[in-house]
């Protein structure tokens, strides 16, 4: 949370784009969600290629307008009183979210936690995948 950048460096993805990276964490209240409304700036050394939508005029208007509408086209369901803060990503500064660890997966290793991050969870368009789900990848 302090140094994302260096965060994910000592993880070995550093480069192009990877610079100037800020994680902006999901919790109870808030809902983190990621846009660039000027063009497609995106984490492309973590999250490789952005999706096409990504880069769509109508995400990039309606992630701000009406991002409340965005996730339920994504199938997400929000509680109702949190709060969704949208970020602009720009050349200088991108932003990964960090989806909120689901109950009841305590005791998982890193290994497993890791089958429940997508990368729209880290976008922010969906919440992190429920236990039960694990398995299954990107759409
Ligand atoms: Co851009």
Redesign the pocket.
């Known amino acids: 949370m302090n140094d994302a950048t260096e965060a994910v460096a000592s993880l070995g993805y550093c480069g192009r784009q990877g610079e100037h990276l800020e994680v902006v964490e999901n919790t109870d209240d808030i809902h983190n969600l990621v846009v660039?409304t000027?063009?497609?700036?995106y984490p492309w050394t973590v999250l490789g290629l952005p999706p096409a939508w990504y880069k769509s005029a109508p995400y990039r208007s309606r992630a701000v307008s009406d991002p409340r509408g965005v996730l339920e086209e994504f199938g997400t369901k929000l509680n109702e009183k949190s709060i969704i803060r949208t970020w602009d990503?720009?050349?200088e500064m991108r932003y990964l979210v960090l989806p909120q660890r689901p109950a009841d997966t305590e005791n998982w290793s890193e290994q497993d936690l890791r089958q429940l991050v997508s990368r729209n969870s880290m976008i922010g368009v969906e919440l992190a995948r429920s236990p039960e789900l694990a398995e299954e990848g990107d759409k």
């Open positions: 660039c000027l063009c497609s700036c990503s720009t050349s």
